[in-house]
């Protein structure tokens, strides 16, 4: 890696670093779609890989080979303006004290200054959406509440059949302690944007963060909505996923061998085409909510009042909490879930049924 003077930075590199379930894939592909708009004004956002996110790149740095990174903004000296990089996949190495000091050092090396932007999104909508995620994809996610706990609990998922299930790591739920890094390192500029989108397109957000006016920019392609499935196609995936345990195979071995991702994607068309995505999974029910307060609520006060200067609940007015509306469990769902199981039950191998 070359090792130079440090420049006085005169530009910028945009460092947005998701978390997930935070649309990126939503912004990520508008941005792509705007990158001749977006340099027009001044901001690059370089795709060398071909794909609309920085993922390889982050995977890279996540590595230690900062030769990466040093290589793109080596590419980007003929251009004046700022730089915008995109990647979910940035998050640990932001959480990490020497990487992120690393990141500065390269940045200043070929005279920019870093601005992290991180989305931040209330732990009960994250829940309540990760948990809508793994269920659908048929992962062999328990009740929301053992999830809930599990998650709470910075613990993986128990249960019975947990050798069946694909592993889902604790998520990273204490704001205070996800960010540390990034509140603590000197010099460095920083943006967490309250994810609501009811209130504010992310993509909106995205460009106030950098400095850019609102323009008649080009939407993200239809593909790009990421809707839940809802009560009932939630309440379905449920019951497939209660009739895959009964099967000797683990999860990850059924994506990659035998098609799983046809029956999810079937579960998926259903609930479009039956308005099931309209009727939205809300499992914030019972003692869950005091758990959740218990647990994040003082942290969530503390980081609230230093990054916003805002009481937490005048940031995030709207609350999941009070509105439940659980699975859908009927009959029909069940004998529909026994006809789906059935249907692919019979595509796999004898030794397998």
Aim: proline share 6%; glycine share 8%; with cysteine.
């Amino acid at each position: 890696m070359s090792q130079g003077p440090l420049r006085q930075p005169q530009r910028t590199l945009h460092l947005h670093a998701g978390p997930h379930k935070t649309a990126s894939t939503y912004l990520q592909a508008r941005l792509q779609l705007n990158r001749r708009g977006l340099a027009g004004l001044g901001l690059r956002y370089p795709t060398p890989w071909g794909e609309d996110s920085h993922r390889h790149l982050a995977r890279e740095l996540q590595t230690g080979r900062f030769e990466a990174l040093e290589q793109l903004l080596g590419r980007q000296r003929p251009w004046s303006g700022d730089l915008l990089l995109s990647a979910e996949h940035f998050v640990p190495l932001l959480a990490d004290a020497g990487s992120l000091a690393h990141l500065q050092q390269v940045s200043s090396r070929h005279g920019f200054g870093l601005h992290v932007i991180s989305f931040v999104r209330p732990q009960a909508e994250l829940l309540n959406s990760f948990y809508a995620h793994v269920l659908g994809r048929l992962y062999g996610t328990p009740g929301f509440g053992a999830y809930v706990k599990a998650q709470l609990g910075g613990r993986r998922l128990r249960g019975p059949a947990r050798r069946l299930w694909i592993r889902i790591a604790p998520l990273a739920l204490d704001l205070e302690q996800r960010f540390a890094s990034l509140l603590m390192a000197p010099g460095l500029c920083t943006s967490f944007l309250p994810f609501a989108p009811r209130r504010q397109d992310p993509f909106e957000q995205l460009l106030d963060a950098v400095g850019l006016p609102q323009a008649a920019w080009r939407p993200a392609p239809a593909a790009q909505a990421n809707e839940q499935l809802g009560r009932r196609g939630l309440g379905l995936a449920y019951l497939l996923n209660a009739e895959l345990d009964a099967l000797p195979i683990r999860r990850n071995r059924l994506i990659a061998e035998h098609g799983l991702n046809r029956l999810t994607a079937r579960i998926r068309t259903l609930s479009r085409q039956r308005g099931w995505v309209n009727e939205r999974f809300n499992g914030w029910q019972g003692r869950l909510p005091v758990l959740l307060e218990q647990s994040l609520g003082a942290s969530n006060v503390r980081f609230a009042q230093r990054v916003w200067a805002q009481p937490w609940d005048n940031v995030f007015s709207h609350s999941l909490i009070g509105a439940t509306r659980g699975l859908v469990l009927d009959q029909e769902l069940q004998e529909e879930a026994k006809c789906l199981f059935s249907s692919y039950r019979c595509r796999l191998p004898q030794a397998l049924r």
